[in-house]
């Protein structure tokens, strides 16, 4: 499975998203890898620094995003993809080789206006493939609690066609500050709403696609297993 976080918009939070998956994956013990690219490659050295043992590729080109695909798909469970925050090969390209396409957004008139960029191409893969892939969906970051906006955009996001994830990620500092780690490594006691956010987002985004192709053991398991031994 190839999953996308795409936004020709930049500061919507698709590096904090896509290092956090690949990173709340590989503790669970699903084989996955971390595709960037973004020419500017904010999740790749992230993810290397976070968690050394997730294969991290970058490819900028439309080839060599294809190839980087294809590759990593059979190698491993789960491609975790990385966009650029612009319109270029990168971001017309990787909608056509994913099965799930996140859109993350921030509440305000101005992303919504500009996700639409993003979109086209969405839109035209949907075309290509007879509309099965990928799917598409809204993600609101950045929200703050009781924010009408926040509710007006959801509305106006559900006319667009593609759903609007139920969940939310508030703006919220630990994200901010998680960059080469992520909040949900973070001790019990610390970063609860944080990690509260990307547990339900990334639960809701692929439960249901993950209970079927679920590891017998998580990583940190396989850790203390070994660690026993
Ligand atoms: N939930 C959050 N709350 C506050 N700041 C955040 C949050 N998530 C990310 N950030 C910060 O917002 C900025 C943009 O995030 P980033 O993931 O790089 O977005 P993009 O990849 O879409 O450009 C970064 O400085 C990041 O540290
Ligand atoms: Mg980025």
């Known amino acids: 499975m190839l999953v996308a976080f795409t936004n020709t918009k930049g500061g919507v939070g698709k590096s904090t ?3 956090h998956l690949a990173i709340w994956l590989y503790d669970q013990g699903y084989r996955v890898a971390l595709l960037d690219t973004d020419i500017q490659q904010s999740s790749a ?19 060599q995003i294809q190839k980087a695909c294809e590759d990593l798909r059979r190698s491993h469970e789960i491609v975790v993809v990385d966009t650029p925050g612009k319109e270029n090969d990168a971001s017309h390209t990787v909608p056509f080789l994913v099965d799930l396409a996140v859109l993350p957004l921030q509440p305000s008139k101005l992303d919504l206006r500009a996700v639409k960029d993003a979109l086209k191409s ?13 799917e598409a969906v809204f993600v609101l970051y950045l929200t703050a609690k009781g924010d009408v906006q926040t509710r007006i955009l959801r509305e106006q996001l559900a006319a667009s066609g593609f759903p609007v994830a139920g969940s939310e990620v508030r703006r919220l500092n630990a994200l901010r500050d998680a960059c080469d780690s992520a909040v949900t490594r973070l001790r019990p006691s610390e970063a609860r709403e944080a990690k509260t956010d990307i547990h339900a987002l990334f639960t809701e985004l692929l439960g249901d696609r993950l209970t079927s192709m679920k590891p017998e053991q998580s990583t940190s398991e396989k850790r203390i297993k070994a660690a026993n031994e």
Do not use: S
């Open 45 to 63: 050295p992230w993810v290397r620094a976070a968690e050394p043992a997730i294969t991290v590729v970058t490819a900028f080109e439309m080839e």
């Open 122 to 134: 969405i839109r035209l893969a949907q075309q290509v493939t007879g509309g099965k892939r990928p």
């Open 17 to 19: 998203l896509a290092a």
